[in-house]
């Protein structure tokens, strides 16, 4: 089974500004198979980017995954206030799916 | 519009059985992998399995297989979770997901949950 780390475990940030998450798997993810949910109190998560690089249909520009092998990163340009999430990473390129434990984005 | 409409909350005693469901609307129910994660209140993601309605065909995270079983009934575009014994552990919510297009895609499409608490 395939272990996903992120870090850090809580980010403090202010609007407008740039962030990066970092997300490590304990070995390759075949085929760049990682994407990344946002998800907010209360609600479902929602997929941001799959295929470690691809921006889900509707999400906003500011958005942007990079990565392979073990180590894939999500970048937010310009945090907007509904931004202030938990944002989970997650491979498919293996069985079972595995989730990293989650990144909390909160506001300064 | 893709939707995927889960039944609603559910509370249970341990041992006793569930089934969950999930029906999807605005795509062809037939032809997309149907899968459940589970979030233990305050806690991450787990994946627990997925099935491909066109054929029954399912596939089970070892830390749920045995444990859970997934199925599809195509004719009414409903997928289903289903426990013949819950136990404590089981308490938590349980999403059904669409993938994007084969069974190695992300999750492209969420349910808005079932809350499972199972408590003597």
């Known amino acids: 089974e395939i272990v996903l780390s992120q870090s850090p475990g809580t980010l403090s940030l202010s609007p407008g500004e740039r962030v990066t998450l970092s997300c490590r798997a304990s070995q390759s993810v075949n085929n760049a198979f990682l994407a990344w949910y946002q998800q907010k109190p209360g609600q479902a998560p929602r997929l941001l980017v799959h295929g470690a690089a691809n921006r889900a249909t509707g999400i906003p520009v500011r958005f942007s995954g990079s990565g392979s092998g073990t180590d894939f990163i999500l970048t937010i340009n310009r945090l907007e206030p509904e931004d202030f999430a938990m944002y989970y990473c997650q491979q498919y390129g293996s069985s079972p799916y595995t989730f990293g434990q989650g990144t909390k984005l909160e506001i300064k | 519009e893709v939707q995927l409409v889960q039944s609603g909350a559910e509370v249970r005693k341990p041992g006793e059985s569930l089934k969950i469901s999930c029906k999807g609307s605005g795509y062809s129910f037939r032809s997309y992998f149907i899968g459940w994660v589970r979030q233990v209140p305050g806690k991450g993601l787990e994946w627990v399995g997925l099935?491909?309605?066109?054929?029954?065909?399912?596939r089970y995270s070892p830390s749920f297989q045995g444990q859970i079983t997934i199925s599809a009934d195509e004719s009414i575009r409903t997928a289903y979770l289903h426990w013949s014994s819950l136990k404590a552990s089981d308490t938590g919510m349980y999403y059904c997901?669409?993938?994007?297009?084969?069974?190695?895609?992300?999750?492209?499409?969420w349910g808005q949950g079932t809350l499972v608490t199972v408590s003597s």
């Open positions: 997901v669409r993938q994007q297009y084969s069974s190695w895609s992300a999750f492209e499409y």
């Open positions: 099935v491909f309605p066109r054929d029954s065909q399912s």
